[in-house]
Each structure stands twice: as C-alpha cells, then as structure tokens.
C-alpha cells in the first residue's frame, strides 16, 4: 500500500491524528528517539496529505461516532476521508464494516 502511494498510483489522505496514534506507544514505553524518528518519517511521507480536526470534521466525526458507535479516532479518520473525498478507508477495526458512507477495508483480513 505504502508503495504504491510513494510512487503516486493511490493518492493518500489522512488526519493529524494518526501522527497522535503512532507516537503513543514509543512515548507510553519512554523511547523518545523511536518517538522522533516516527515523526519524522511520518511528516515528511511522500504524496500523503495531513488533514488538521477543524470544526466541520470534529462535527462530522462526530455524526459518523453516534451512528456507528466508533472510537473518536476512527470517527475522525473516517470524517476525514469522506470530506476528502477519498474512495477507501483502511483500518483495522472490525466496527468500521458497519460504515455505510465509504468502503472500509479491514487490514487484517487483507494478509
């Protein structure tokens, strides 16, 4: 997937929170350079555009948590993704096949 982003066959879009989500873990196991590293690499992606939480995301984020009982996070990836306009949401929460608005595909069942 991430290939074929890097040579821009797949346009890439994703929210400012999936940097909050990847940085959790090497800060919660105190590896601050692990945790810098991954905002490196992460900020500086190729062909991956960073969508900030405005007003009207948060406000569909939140929509899309009432009426499919999502995680927050997934709630704002998943507002992201439709107001971008994308065609498809990768994740791995099992919750995300009840999303009717975009096509989830669910990463583990893609191994």
């Known amino acids: 997937m991430f290939d074929r982003i890097e040579r821009g066959h797949n346009a890439a879009v994703t929210s400012t929170v999936t940097l909050l989500e990847l940085l959790v873990q090497p800060y919660r196991d105190q590896k601050e350079e692990l945790a810098q590293k991954i905002f490196a ?3 500086t992606y190729p062909k991956i555009e960073w969508m900030p939480v405005s007003l009207t995301l948060a406000d569909r984020a939140a929509e899309l948590r009432a009426r499919y009982r999502l995680s ?3 709630a704002i990836q998943l507002a992201t993704a439709i107001t971008c306009k994308a ?4 994740g791995n929460d099992r919750s995300l096949r009840r999303v009717k608005e975009i096509e989830c ?3 583990d069942d893609l191994i």
């Open 105 to 107: 595909c669910i990463l």
């Open 41 to 43: 690499l992460s900020s």
């Open 87 to 90: 065609t498809r949401f990768y």
């Open 72 to 74: 927050t996070p997934d």
